[in-house]
């Protein structure tokens, strides 16, 4: 099996790396040492971190299969609860560390970086357009009321999941996830 490429090592040891220690506190030093390729050898591939950061988000992205299609033995809110659910485990496997890296990397530098926040702007749209989707999906079979505004929920959601991830974080246990769990999809969704 040939060798991925050096810019392949650098990605993937960026993703990792980020999401561990987040953004500042990971140099590129640091990302080319988990790489296992000189430090020169970024600069070949990469302008600047921030264009790595994107690369990383957008691998992670991909990685983390949010908008794989549902599963056809799963109602539409089985899907998505599903969906949270294998994250939640990742979460829990990871001992509380870590969350999403869409979120970790808004959080971080939201104010600082206008190329990372556009990223994950438009990452942050797509997802909550994809429970919006699953919602209206659920809709279709009669499981949600028509006048649902799934657009807002979606958002909602997306916004409600992120907050528990947060906060999962800082009590290291599931106590907040086990509220979204229920808030959610025992109240709001039923």
Request: proline share 4%; net charge negative.
């Amino acid at each position: 099996m040939p060798r991925p490429s050096v810019r392949e090592e650098i990605v993937e040891a960026a993703l990792v790396e980020l999401h561990r220690r987040g953004f500042a506190a990971t140099s590129v030093d640091t990302i080319t040492k988990a790489a296992g390729v000189p430090k020169g050898s970024f600069y070949n591939h990469f302008k600047s971190k921030e264009a790595l950061g994107v690369e990383a988000l957008a691998r992670y992205v991909t990685a983390v299969g949010w908008q794989a299609e549902g599963d056809p033995e799963l109602s539409p809110l089985d899907w998505l609860r599903a969906r949270f659910q294998l994250m939640t485990d990742v979460l829990v496997d990871n001992g509380y560390t870590r969350g999403c890296l869409i979120g970790n990397l808004g959080e971080e530098l939201a104010d600082q970086s206008q190329v990372i926040r556009g990223a994950v702007q438009t990452y942050l749209a797509e997802w909550s357009d994809s429970i919006a989707e699953s919602l209206r999906a659920a809709q279709d079979r009669s499981e949600l009321p028509r006048d649902l505004d799934v657009d807002r929920i979606g958002r909602f959601i997306l916004n409600a999941w992120q907050g528990a991830l947060l906060r999962a974080k800082v009590v290291k246990n599931s106590e907040p996830l086990d509220d979204f769990f229920t808030t959610v999809f025992d109240e709001i969704l039923r």
